[in-house]
């Protein structure tokens, strides 16, 4: 049977029905729609009692990137999680995302840090993956940043399970673990529930996600791995958590990644919606399924944490 959703979440999807997804699909200068998504977050999303920002650059070698620290409290934490964003890799930022990486941190314990990473169509592929290459590398070299998890939503998730690759090539330490919400992880955009979930997604227009899947592939190849991470070898990753949503567009990259993993010898957790928009974590302090989602994943990391 289908889930009964809240009717908090009901609110939520039909605002994204409403409003976003028209957004998405009809507002095509990305100097326009940018600052659209601030003033949406400064609408739809709560801000945390007590919210805490820190801005700093992470850097190694030669190369930096801006991060920020989000809190809820002074309390001591226990290693250090780095979030990476959705919005097909051409918008998202702090504004967006502070709330939902705030939650996260200060359920599961840890430094939560907000990786401002290069976007598309001004700095496509491998802009944004560098990017999170490099504070993961800087994370790994400060003695102070304790065990590492990954965090990202949409193409932010597809970020993070390339990240992975990326670790692993490099010969580099894994995380302790990766969530990603609902991911999409086949750039080459061949998935059925992209076209059989185009109605049933409340947020997402295929024009939208396909915009940006070429802004940021710039010509190259969508089968390289690690762009579409689907097509990748994660022997030796750490435990991964995805969390998806059945009608959503992205449902058969969630679910397709996850038994990818699991063929790989990954361990591989599950959680699953039907009915919230894509990406529902964003409204954690404003609908029950959220804030639940956003609870099981912060557990998830605190219990893999060494």
């Known amino acids: 049977m289908p889930q009964s959703l809240s009717r908090q979440q009901k609110f939520w999807n039909l605002y994204a029905r409403l409003m976003q997804k028209p957004g998405l699909a009809y507002v095509r200068p990305l100097w326009l729609a940018r600052p659209l998504v601030t003033l949406d977050a400064i609408v739809a999303h709560r801000t945390p009692r007590g919210l805490r920002l820190t801005d700093t650059r992470l850097t190694h070698d030669d190369r930096s990137v801006p991060t920020t620290r989000c809190a809820m409290s002074d309390a001591q934490t226990r290693g250090t999680l780095l979030y990476l964003h959705g919005g097909a890799f051409m918008i998202g930022n702090l504004r967006q995302y502070r709330h939902l990486v705030a939650h996260l941190g200060h359920k599961s ?57 990326r670790i692993k090539a490099a010969g580099l330490p894994m995380p302790a673990a990766v969530v990603a919400f609902s991911p999409i992880v086949d750039l080459r955009l061949i998935n059925p529930s992209l076209t059989a979930n185009a109605k049933s997604d409340h947020l997402v227009p295929m024009s939208w996600g396909r915009r940006g899947v070429v802004a940021y592939l710039n010509g190259h190849s969508a089968d390289d791995p690690f762009v579409s991470p689907l097509l990748g070898d994660f022997t030796g990753a750490p435990p991964v958590l995805i969390q998806y949503d059945t009608t959503e567009v992205l449902y058969d990259d969630g679910r397709m990644m996850a ?48």
Not at 272 to 298: D, F, I, M, Y
Request: negative net charge; glycine residues 8%; charged residues 20%.
């Open 259 to 306: 038994q990818h993993l699991r063929d790989a010898g990954v361990d591989v957790t599950e959680q699953t919606q039907t009915g919230c928009t894509h990406v529902w974590q964003l409204n954690v302090g404003r609908s029950p399924e959220a804030t639940q989602s956003v609870k099981a994943a912060a557990a998830f990391l605190k219990d893999h944490l060494p």
């Open 109 to 165: 314990g840890q430094r939560a840090v907000f990786v401002d990473y290069r976007m598309a169509p001004e700095d496509p592929y491998p802009a944004a993956l560098d990017d999170a290459f490099t504070a993961y590398q800087a994370t790994l070299a400060d003695p102070d940043s304790g065990p590492i998890t990954l965090v990202g939503d949409s193409a932010g998730g597809n970020l993070v399970l390339a990240l992975v690759l």
